[in-house]
């Protein structure tokens, strides 16, 4: 695919890697590029990123930035195939992630239901008693190293988010691997089509499932809203619950699994944290800072020219918004901001958005963060890694910052 705007003079653009090799140096690149950088996508679609705090803040609440896909010009040039690998994530379909103004307020709406503040710390219980079957099934296994991440902090959310949504669990390991290609890089092209209606196959099975047989889920809440009057389309629905599933096992995963990996690489954090001398709390924000479980969002489309520091992105162009380059802004944390800092305060960062579209789930993501690892570090306190740091690898995600997997051992060898 040729890059549209690779012709446009100024700094060479920031080429994300596919294969995510060095997040931290690229994301360093583009904040030396920023805090408007041009940046080629994989597959050579051509866009712009944010990538520092305050721009990025403002720009996330400007109403000249939409979801409305049909507002990018490379996309209405047909520049953009419909087997690029990203596609699924640049074009979702329509649900709360991709509409703005009256119809973002009124499916959000629905989901805000589902996801109180009140609502959310009922499910503390349903947590903690999965988060103890997890562990007590790693205690039960033969000594040697675990991967933590497939065992405990992949399994934990997506069950959450399963029973939230209404997703029976005999369809979680099919899930798991739509879901690896769906953010995939590296799936081919070939393959993209029908992983797409693979992944809308299996959703609309679980909503013809709740059309018959309704429960206490988000799916059934939206069913029954429409039924009600509030003009939900089937696509809406089936789109709304593809997305917060994604939404709602990834960040999540991600985020316990980033928490572990900073702690066992600051012994001094670490040892603060076990004598109680630095909440929980605080490692779950600063993690969510320094090692942003999203690395990348695709994407909001300017229709106008909106000015962005010394620079403008030109009306029609697509910009995503780079929380791994935003979350160690020195102009935002001062010169300590590439340092893992869990008694950093305050931690005012934008991990989780900003404004109207702010993650919906963010708050059952941080109750499930704030269960699983004080229970996991009570039950393991030997935990270690069991390999070294140098020799963990990302996945080819360039929106998510996901490690392959997190050998450890339970105990200290």
């Not at 990018?72 to 087997?83: L, N």
């Not at 305060?345 to 704030?370: D, K, M, V, W, Y």
Request: net charge negative; with cysteine; charged share 20%.
């Amino acid at each position: 695919m040729n890059c549209p705007h690779a012709h446009r003079t100024g700094p060479a653009p920031v080429v994300l890697d596919p294969l995510v090799t060095d997040l931290d140096a690229e994301s360093a690149a583009l904040r030396a590029a920023g805090p408007l950088a041009r940046v080629v996508l994989p597959g050579g679609v051509a866009c712009y990123a944010v990538t520092h705090h305050a721009e990025a803040r403002r720009l996330l609440t400007d109403a000249r930035l939409v979801k409305d896909i049909g507002v990018w010009s490379a996309w209405r040039r047909g520049e953009i195939p419909p087997d690029w690998p990203l596609i699924g994530l640049a074009d979702p379909g329509r649900s709360l992630l991709t509409v703005d103004g009256r119809d973002h307020r009124r499916l959000r709406a629905l989901v805000a239901q589902a996801l109180t503040v009140r609502r959310v710390e009922r499910l503390r219980t349903r947590i903690e008693e999965l988060t103890s079957g997890l562990l007590d099934g790693l205690a039960g296994r033969s000594p040697g190293p675990v991967d933590l991440k497939a065992e405990f902090a992949y399994r934990l959310p997506m069950s959450v988010v399963g029973e939230l949504m209404g997703v029976d669990p005999a369809d979680h390991p099919r899930l798991k691997e739509l879901y690896e290609k769906f953010f995939s890089t590296q799936t081919p092209p070939e393959e993209v089509p029908a992983m797409m209606a693979d992944l809308r196959k299996l959703f609309t099975r679980v909503v013809d499932t709740k059309r018959v047989a309704p429960g206490d889920d988000l799916t059934s809440a939206l069913l029954a809203a429409s039924e009600d009057g509030d003009r939900l389309t089937a696509d809406e629905i089936l789109n709304t619950l593809m997305v917060m599933v994604a939404a709602g096992h990834e960040t999540t995963i991600t985020l316990i699994v980033n928490a572990v990996v900073a702690l066992e690489t600051h012994p001094e954090q670490r040892a603060l944290v076990l004598a109680g001398t630095v909440p929980w709390e605080n490692v779950i924000e600063e993690t969510l800072r320094w090692s942003s479980p999203t690395s990348h969002v695709l994407f909001r489309f300017a229709t106008r020219d909106v000015a962005v520091g010394g620079s403008v992105l030109p009306e029609g162009e697509a910009l995503i918004v780079s929380y791994g380059a935003i979350g160690r802004d020195e102009q935002q944390y001062g010169p300590t901001a590439g340092a893992f800092d869990a008694t950093r305060t305050p931690n005012r960062h934008l991990s989780f958005g900003h404004g109207p579209h702010i993650c919906p789930g963010a708050a059952l993501s941080r109750l499930e963060a704030a269960v699983a690892l004080p229970a996991l570090y009570a039950r393991f306190p030997g935990l270690g890694l069991a390999v070294p740091a140098t020799d963990l690898r990302n996945k080819p995600v360039v929106t998510q910052n996901d490690l392959f997997d997190l050998p450890v051992h339970l105990t200290a060898p």
